[in-house]
């Protein structure tokens, strides 16, 4: 069961532990940026990085940068 400690879940090793979690450092540093720009990263994405992962993004990077992407285009736009 996640605990926060590192290693119990990737948004967490991100955000809080500052552990470079995915291959592409683009990642680690977008969810970052959408947590600082945010009221928290999940509560503004509704993206579970502990869950979704295999299920929504199929373990592709590729996946998960594009919809990040998005996400800080559309908070740009904003204004967020």
Known sequence: MPNG???????TD???HGIDVYDDQEIN??????????EGFYE???IDLY???ES??????TQLKESLVEILDNLDESGG
Do not use: A, L, Q, Y
């Open 5 to 11: 400690k590192p290693g119990d879940r990737p948004d």
């Open 14 to 16: 991100v955000i809080v």
């Open 29 to 38: 540093e977008m969810i970052r940026e959408i947590d600082r720009r945010t």
């Open 44 to 46: 503004h994405t509704e």
């Open 51 to 53: 869950s979704d992962w």
């Open 56 to 61: 929504e993004f199929s373990g592709e990077e």
